[in-house]
């Protein structure tokens, strides 16, 4: 699966990454294809961390939505012991994402923390049982996107691991 037929497919783009890892050049490449950029403004509560990703995604039309619910499945564990977020939780927000029309795109490149970037991997891939996946290889902004795709039905089944680049 390219970029571009992502960028056409989804109505909703969920991004994370490792820490250290920039993905402003892929926010530039989605605000050019559309997409409203929104970030959680609140922290994570600690009774209904979710609620303000359900917020965010009840917004209307084109959504590039940051993946603090992903951050936390990963960093939770590894800083403080436990994360805020429980799996059912975090595999209720992919399936809103999927009904949405959306996919959680996993963004990768040079990470300092390899336990970080294997914690990544093992959360996408249990996501991606609820939604599809796109992985996003952050060197790789600077590639041109090349013209629309004919329509990929693959975007539409949450089984699929889509993988760009």
């Known amino acids: 699966m390219l970029l571009h037929q992502a960028l ?24 050019r294809h ?14 209904d961390p979710i609620r303000p990703y359900r917020e965010l995604l009840a917004a209307p039309g084109r959504l590039a939505v940051d993946g603090g619910i992903i951050h936390e499945l990963v960093y939770g564990p590894l800083r403080r012991g436990c994360s805020r977020v429980t799996w059912i939780q975090a595999l209720d927000f992919a399936e809103a994402v999927a009904e ?43 590639r041109p996107i090349h013209g629309p795709a004919p329509p990929c039905p ?7 691991t889509l993988t760009i680049g």
């Open 100 to 142: 949405r029309d959306g996919a959680l795109v996993h963004v990768t490149g040079a990470a300092d923390d390899p336990e970080a970037v294997s914690a990544y991997e093992r959360a996408f891939r249990t996501l991606a049982e609820h939604a599809p996946v796109v992985t996003f290889d952050a060197g790789d902004v600077s």
């Open 154 to 160: 693959q975007l539409r089944r949450c089984t699929q």
């Open 8 to 31: 056409t497919q989804c109505r909703t783009l969920v991004v994370e990454g490792p820490d250290g890892i920039g993905c402003s050049g892929l926010t530039d490449r989605l605000t």
């Open 34 to 47: 559309g997409f409203l950029i929104r970030r959680s403004r609140e922290h994570l509560h600690h009774v």
